[in-house]
């Protein structure tokens, strides 16, 4: 005997890419279940370093206050190489984050357990929980054509005694973010594209006993003895990267990884050696150490027939020197859960979900790229008097800083599609389409607060319509009270793709007037584009004269146009127009979104 249900949305593993899922869809409203077959989360180490744009990201979702509370910051980097008599010292010091328009211009680290606790956290809040320990047993596409086209089996590990232990799960959506081995894969028949390499690299996490200065930095250590990368934790702790030759962890008849030749102590003898002449004491406690090979791989497909979708380390494994593993398997579900609300919901045709693999994929094979450089410099020898062809400090820091934008996750760039129209670039040449809504502060022009452009783009599912209206002379005025006249037609995007005739619920209007905070009257602004009282913003500086400002110029909007920005529910911008192309924003949002008229006759398929 065995149970039977039905759910929207079926996540397979509770890890970070499965748990940023879940809580996006929890928080839209989605019926979703995420099951993992560890019986408690992540206790100690995996995966601990957190991106600027994935601070960012986490800020949308509400998030971002408890992770920068909890974790540690990461501001500079330290790099050392072999000085003359071979020892190593430091030849540079420069900025960790070195995009320019990070908000948040560190990393955090944090254990990967307490940052899926704040995941969890704001699950529960929601009504959703994993269910563990629970593992899928076999999966099946049924017709597409069935509301439930998703055939799931599950086993629940915990029972006792007579307890049902089989569950039947029809899905009309399953993600697979089951990790690198991931069962989802294997089961769809999905193969990793790539290559193993011959790097060995051990990890250690502990409470350090040291001389060495920049122990609260990351550093990147090159020496005559090996490499190692230092990444300050949280509280005192410290996480190790350690390279390792193949005699200490190759097995010479199976000519395998064998972690029981390796040992946290054996690991410090090695990062002593890479230390020195800093002294590297042993440490009262040791909280988690393993010993890994680089695999460099990405999945051949990210879906099968847009019902399952992996993500996470399920389709892509690298490194995690540059610290991108945890960062790129969270954004994968961070890109997908919207576009599949907006088709739950019936607002969007399902032809939105494949650029879910357009853009995470081609982000993914971007990011091997990187890795095999990276790796390839990080594990590399030195350059030293007697080996005039290794890797010179000059090529590595050369390598980290021009990487910046990329491993901040700032620089990610989106390719045209559906959902990025790259046409009017020129109207905001400061804004590159197919990238993040980067960060400004302006006033709000009711009670002239401080607002962060940022935090007017929550992840909650809806376009955001920017309207950068220029200086509200009288001119202007009457253009835009013109212009909300013909976008309260019912042929116009606003009103076509709204629901039940209510914009907001598709679509958050936000104005951004240019001039002086002494002379805006907001309410000029047409009620259309102030459907509240917070929704207008003034491109000025604060009361105190010191913060705000300038976004016309950084954005490279004429204050003489009325400019459209669309950004889109996932903070990426999406299109940008002038009001004279009303017809190119319907174009835009008709390739994938559905008609209100339309959607009747879709939503009991979906």
Known sequence: MSLESCVDVLIIGAGPAGLMCGNALAMAGANVRIIDQRPVKVAAGQADGIQPRTIEVMQSYGLAERLIR????????????????????????????????????????????????????????????????????????????DDYPVKVTLEHLDVVDEQIRTETVRAKFVVGADGAHSWVRKALGISMDGEQTEYVWGVVDMIPDTNFPDIRNRTAIHSTNGSCMIIPREGDKVRLYIQLSDKHVIDPLTGRVDKNRMSAEKLLEVARKTFYPFELRNPQEIDWWTIYIIGQRVASSYSVNERVFIAGDACHTHSPKAGQGMNASMNDTHNLAWKMVQVLRGLASPSLLKTYELERRKYAQDLINFDKEFSTLFSGKPRTAENQDGISHEQFLKAFQTSGGFTSGIGVHYSPSAIVEVKHQKYAQGLTIGQRMPPNIFIRAADMRPTEIQDMLPADIRFKVLVFVGHLTKTRITQLNLLADELGKPSTFLQKYSTDGQISS???????????????????????????????????????????????????????????????????????????????????FGSFLIPQMARPTLIGRL
Request: net charge negative.
């Open 506 to 588: 598709v679509f958050d209007i936000v104005t951004i007037t240019a001039g002086k905070k002494g002379d805006i009257n907001y309410l000029s602004v047409p009620e259309l584009f102030r459907p509240h009282w917070s929704k207008v913003l003034l491109d000025d500086t604060d009361a105190t004269e010191r913060i705000g400002g300038h976004a016309y110029d950084k954005f490279g909007i004429d204050t003489k146009d009325i400019t459209f920005v669309i950004v889109r529910p996932d903070g990426y911008v999406g299109m940008v127009a002038p009001s004279t192309a009303l017809e190119d924003l319907d174009s835009y």
């Open 70 to 145: 909890e974790g540690n910051q990461m501001h500079m980097c330290a790099f050392y190489n072999p000085g003359r008599n071979g020892e190593i010292e430091c030849t540079k010091r420069a900025p960790d984050v070195t995009a320019p328009t990070a908000r948040f211009p560190f990393e955090i680290t944090l254990h990967q357990g307490a940052i899926e606790a704040i995941f969890l956290d704001s699950m529960s809040l929601h009504g959703t929980k994993v269910e563990r320990p629970t593992t899928p047993s076999a999966i099946e596409i049924l017709d597409n054509a």
